[in-house]
């Protein structure tokens, strides 16, 4: 028995032993003033608003998004060289960008600013996450202990979904689903869950649509 038990967890993946890239932006004044995401290779991802959470918000990326965010790391050589501008520009807060696989040494870069269009991608993409699991806290706060401002909470990520910025969509639908079937909500609000839950599960949203046809 014992025999078997080892082999069983011999031949399991080690947990974190894969790639991994992690966006990080510490920025007193904001809101929230600091956040944390990192990304391993099967689209697994973890955000959080502390560095002593250890519970994170999780969720799923599609896998055609993560093979971007990886491809632009690798662009960037995993962040083995400098990505700062030295340009006299507004600060914006400090973003590092680290990448991590397995026992091998990890890499990093910090910034303020970078010109590399590369950088602005990947970062326009882990701002992107951002949002969408920053909104995910908000409908998850407002479902549980404010109703009446669930539809503000919708109108938020409905708007980022319209402008293809929301990340890994199919996390809201637990959540759409509570609000669509439950009649303490506005006749309103359950429509307007239910048509996004609706729309997170085909895949595409009515915003990719229009760029598609132009």
Request: hydrophobic share 40%; charged share 20%; glycine share 6%.
């Amino acid at each position: 028995m014992k025999a078997t038990l080892a082999a069983l967890l011999l031949s399991l993946p080690l947990c974190g032993a894969g790639p991994k890239i992690t966006y990080t932006r510490s920025f007193p004044g904001s809101q929230p003033p600091y956040f944390c995401i990192t990304v391993d290779r099967s689209g697994a991802l973890a955000y959080k608003e502390s560095p002593t959470d250890d519970h994170p918000v999780t969720a799923q990326l599609p896998e055609n998004d993560t093979a971007v965010l990886f491809d632009l790391a690798a662009k960037l050589n995993y962040f083995k060289t400098p990505l700062e501008s030295g340009l006299k520009v507004a600060n914006t807060g400090k973003k590092t960008f680290r990448y991590e696989n397995g026992s091998e040494p990890a890499s990093e870069a910090t910034f303020n600013y970078s010109v590399n269009p590369v950088a602005q991608d990947l970062l326009a993409r882990f701002e992107n996450i951002a949002a969408t699991e920053q909104a995910y806290l908000d409908l998850d706060r407002t479902v549980h202990f404010d109703k009446l401002g669930v539809n503000d909470s919708l109108a938020e990520i409905e708007s980022l979904w319209l402008k293809n910025q929301l990340a890994a969509p199919k996390q809201f639908l637990p959540l759409l689903n509570r609000i669509a079937s439950h009649e303490s909500y506005m006749h309103l609000v359950r429509e307007r869950a239910a048509r996004l839950k609706e729309e997170f599960e085909s895949g595409v949203s009515p915003g990719a649509a229009v760029g598609q046809k132009k």
